[in-house]
């Protein structure tokens, strides 16, 4: 039985190992020193070693006339909690370095700016940023929201937001409270 077991570890591990060197190395994000000043103004943390499990990560955006290079987006984060986080955007082009703020709906349907984004992710293949925020951890309440970028104006504009305020043990889909 040890043999057997022994066997069967050492066949995992090689397997691992195997797999390991198809699986290409991350290289290290370098994000410009303009972008950093802005966000360890708002994000102190992120410098420190705390800072090293905030998420990083860069996206190329689409050109325009004016910047047919595009933009790069950055998405680096600020806070996190136990089921959410915090995350500050910035796009940069050869024109500016500039803090990402987005349109969000409240509980009583106003709408406001806030460049705080709450589990925040990017889809470079439609261009879309999400958002989504928990109220409690099972995820019965809580918002969430889409924005689509506009590269002639590099921003992000509101397409859908979902928000359910009553923590009722239901899961199910959160009501549209704004569609564009």
């Given at each position: 039985m040890k043999m057997k077991s022994f066997l069967l570890l050492a066949l995992t591990i090689?397997?691992?190992?195997?797999?390991?060197?198809?699986?290409?190395?991350?290289?290290?994000?370098v994000i410009p020193q303009a972008v950093l000043?802005?966000?360890?103004?708002?994000?102190?943390?992120?410098?420190?070693?705390?800072?090293?499990?905030?998420?990083?990560?860069?996206?190329?955006?689409?050109g325009t006339e004016y910047t047919p290079e595009?933009?790069?987006?950055?998405?680096?984060?600020?806070?996190?909690?136990?089921?959410n986080s915090l995350e500050k955007a910035y796009i940069v082009n050869s024109y500016e370095t500039k803090v990402v703020a987005v349109a969000e709906v409240l509980a009583d349907g106003s709408i406001v700016a806030t460049t705080d984004l709450m589990g925040s992710g990017f889809d470079p293949k439609d261009n879309k940023l999400g958002t989504f925020q928990k109220g409690r951890g099972m995820g019965d309440c809580g918002s969430s929201a889409s924005?689509?970028?506009?590269?002639?104006?590099?921003?992000?504009?509101?397409t859908e937001?979902?928000?359910?305020?009553?923590?009722?043990?239901?899961?199910?889909?959160?009501?549209?409270?704004?569609k564009k």
């Open positions: 090689s397997a691992f190992s195997v797999f390991a060197d198809e699986v290409p190395a991350r290289a290290e994000l000043d802005l966000h360890t103004k708002t994000c102190p943390e992120f410098g420190t070693e705390d800072g090293k499990y905030l998420q990083k990560e860069s996206f190329k955006l689409p595009g933009s790069t987006l950055y998405l680096l984060g600020c806070e996190m909690y136990a089921y924005y689509v970028y506009n590269a002639r104006e590099t921003r992000f504009v509101l937001a979902r928000y359910k305020d009553a923590c009722d043990g239901e899961e199910s889909e959160w009501p549209i409270v704004y």
